[in-house]
């Protein structure tokens, strides 16, 4: 069982920046592709940003594109999302996710292809 720990959220105004960091603290982590998600109260838990094990591969929910990036450092068995140009529609917990171990690239995107969920790190823009 991988073990993740997020942090670095946080309030910041619209605009702004933050930095997520995920730590994986047991589990092969150069094994596995992450993921950020997140959760707005009343909406499903999506995609935001996914990355292959070897970090060569990224993918983005398409509201995010152009101001998040994911990244990985897999010596540090660390991911992190950072997140500029902040918006109120950015507002929601995000979570850090670790993939099934040999799941395809391609299925990245798809929530039951993770089965490893960190607690969540709640992140506020306001307007």
């Known amino acids: 069982q991988v073990q993740l720990v997020e942090s670095g959220g946080g309030l910041v105004q619209a605009g702004g920046s933050l930095r997520l960091s995920c730590a994986c603290s047991r589990g092969a982590f150069s094994m596995y592709a992450m993921g950020w998600f997140r959760q707005a109260p009343g909406k499903e838990r999506e995609l935001v940003a996914a990355i292959s094990s070897s970090g060569f591969n990224t993918d983005y929910t398409d509201s995010v594109k152009g101001r998040f990036t994911i990244s990985r450092d897999n010596d540090k068995s660390t991911v992190y999302l950072q997140m500029n140009s902040l918006k109120p529609e950015d507002t929601a917990v995000y979570y850090c996710?670790?993939?099934?171990?040999?799941?395809?690239?391609?299925?990245?995107?798809?929530?039951?292809?993770?089965?490893?969920w960190g607690q969540g790190t709640q992140v506020t823009v306001s307007s």
């Open positions: 996710a670790a993939s099934k171990i040999s799941v395809p690239w391609v299925v990245v995107t798809i929530t039951v292809a993770y089965d490893n």
